[in-house]
RNA sequence: GCAGGGAUGACGGAGCGGUCAAUCGUAUCUGACUGUAAAUCAGACGGCCUUGUGCCUACGGGGGUUCAAAUCCCUCUCCCUGCA
């Protein structure tokens, strides 16, 4: 994998590049597409290619579970396995740590709203299914219960079985409201398990590379919560070490975006790679990352509220199993050149929804990952054109005119 | 005609003297969803308001027993099942 820097706007850490990889060149800033389970919810490979998709990331932990690294690797790796002939990531399951673990049945209220610090809240809840110790996670498989442990080794190991062209160092992700020892704690393992990440990544590239296969790439993550001096710590130790780009984990809200991100990125090197892991749901999230140093996202949310009936307008997002939209035979953006907005109605599309029809979630999914993955590659144009700071002020402005969520980040 | 069984909120269907404006499911309405345990989850769902251990109207119609009835009795209407 390579990486190159094409342009760069002056006064914030934005740029645009390419990641080439041996399945072809993803144009950075770029949407990664989520495909947890070495598929895109709903939608055919030839789907998310004609949505925009450049890219999708898979997940070692689901994998593992089903069908297993040995099928994959059978396939001829995750793109043959799902006829995806482009770019692929995976994630190391790593996030599985800490949506297993911690926030197991607690969701985001762990990591966001309560602004006490709510430390008992980050405590082990007795259910979660994941463990953790220096040597790696023992999850309980949601699928059938087993008990499988996942330490540094094994999940390269599984990623460079499923063969993906770019993969996630494992690392823990900790609630960000948790008790700043135990975020340190948490982070020294993560950059423990970097390093046996790394040692075990690059003797399994020597066996590619004695087997003449493609070698395989490695990014780290970035953790360190909400805290400078971590995330900085983080960065300054991973920035330093042989890794092809960065992860950055744990960030959770828009807000958060502009302080840790000014904190990691301006550490590590330049000339690589960074990743903002999770973070997309919202045109904030994409504007703030790319304008702080992002190169490429990925998020499961667009997927997911499509599949929920939450759809994006340039107006703000909307419900599309609200009644208001039975009778309305406009198309879901009057502006949008996706293939749903081109030949089907709200009324059509809500209707799907009611009447509990899998098409519901084909169509809003086609509309929603457009939305996001067009959405950065505008972005990506306006830095080549130099009109970011317009496209974001009009942009952010007329998405969020209607909501009721205010937007402080973006007006500090 | 005789003998049984039944009629409950939009629908299905619990309840069988007080803790019942009535379990539950569906439908309906609304909300949430950020490295996917998610085609999932949560809330509302008779009316009114001064939102309260508040007031009305309600379990086919009418009448009764009781301090108290969706629940017991009588009667009417309709439905189902046997036997003539």
Redesign the pocket.
Known sequence: MQFKINHRLEGTLARTGEIITPHGVIKTPAFIV????AT???LTPEQVESVGGRAI???T??LLLQPGPEIINHAGGLGKFMHWDKPTFT??G???????GMA??K??DLVSHSSKGDASQAKASK?Q?AKVSDKGVVFKS??NGAMIEMTPESSMEIQHQIAADIH??????AAPLAEYDYLKQALDRTHAWALRCLKRHQELNQEHKTKHEDEQALYA?V?GARHQELREASAKFLGAMDFDGF?I??????GEIPSVLNWTNSILPEHKPRHL??????PL?LFLGVEYGIDTF????P???A????IYTYDG?I?I????Y?TDFGPIDQECTCYTCQNYTKAYVHHLF?A?E?L??TLSSIHNEYFVVATVDKIRHSLEDGSFHDLKQSFIQRYYANSD?PLKIFKQ
């Open positions: 989520g495909g947890t389970k895109v919810k709903a990331l898979a997940n932990y689901h994630d190391s790593g996030f599985q740590v800490f949506s297993l197991y049945k969701g985001i259910s299914l949601h699928l996630m160092a494992f690392d823990e992700l993550v953790q992860g984990g744990g960030v959770f809200e828009p892991l999770g973070m997309g749901s919202q999230d990925d998020c499961v949310a997927t997911r509220q599949r929920n009936g939450s997002r419900n199993k609200n009644s208001k039975k009611k509990d899998i519901a979630s969520k």
